[in-house]
């Protein structure tokens, strides 16, 4: 088992910036990548950043060139700078992690932009 847990977000201006974190605990060793997802209302959840254990990343193309997605030299906790913030970023935000068959999801937290 993967606990996952979110942390960062909150309200910002349109081209404010916001930096989520995600701390994983449990069976760690276990995962193999982890990422950010985002869901608004009415909307799908759709993906937004990724980063695999070897450092990979993969973003979506709204979000390519504003959004970082890093880690801490232990790996572990997982980091979302989002930077240059629009409207339509605004959204509950949630933390996965991929661990062999099974996928895990933080709790979610809320980034709103607005002026």
């Known amino acids: 088992q993967v606990q996952l847990v979110e942390s960062g977000g909150g309200l910002a201006q349109p081209g404010g910036s916001l930096r989520l974190s995600c701390a994983a605990s449990?069976?760690?060793?276990?995962?193999?990548?982890m990422g950010w997802y985002r869901q608004a209302p009415g909307k799908q959840r759709e993906l937004v950043a990724t980063?695999?254990?070897?450092?990979?990343?993969n973003y979506a193309d709204s979000v390519k060139g504003r959004f970082t997605i890093s880690r801490d030299a232990a790996k572990n906790p997982v980091h979302l700078q989002m930077n240059s913030l629009k409207p339509e970023d605004s959204a509950v935000y949630y933390c996965?992690?991929?661990?062999?068959?099974?996928?895990?999801w933080g709790q979610g937290t809320q980034v709103t932009v607005s002026s």
């Open positions: 980063i695999t254990n070897g450092g990979s990343t």
């Open positions: 449990g069976d760690i060793f276990s995962i193999n990548a």
């Open positions: 996965a992690a991929d661990s062999g068959p099974r996928q895990y």
